[in-house]
């Protein structure tokens, strides 16, 4: 699991860097960029795309264990 959100997380992180029309310009995101501008949108993505990363990556390492519902 936490591999999907290390997935995710650099998928979103591409998204902000390259500065796709296509991802910027989808309906979801289209908030973030009303309410930021389109950089300061990037940077919210970019930002998100790190915490994926990060859980991602803790969870994998085994120093946290977020995704595990007992």
């Known amino acids: 699991m936490g591999w999907i959100f290390v997935a995710l997380g650099a998928f979103t992180i591409c998204g902000a860097m390259m500065n796709w029309d296509w991802y910027m310009n989808h309906r979801r ?27 991602g990556v803790l969870h994998e390492m085994g120093m946290i264990d977020a995704f595990n519902r007992n």
């Open 29 to 55: 995101a289209w908030l973030f960029v009303k309410l930021f501008g389109r950089n300061g949108a990037r940077v919210v993505y970019f930002v998100i795309g790190s915490v994926f990363v990060t859980l």
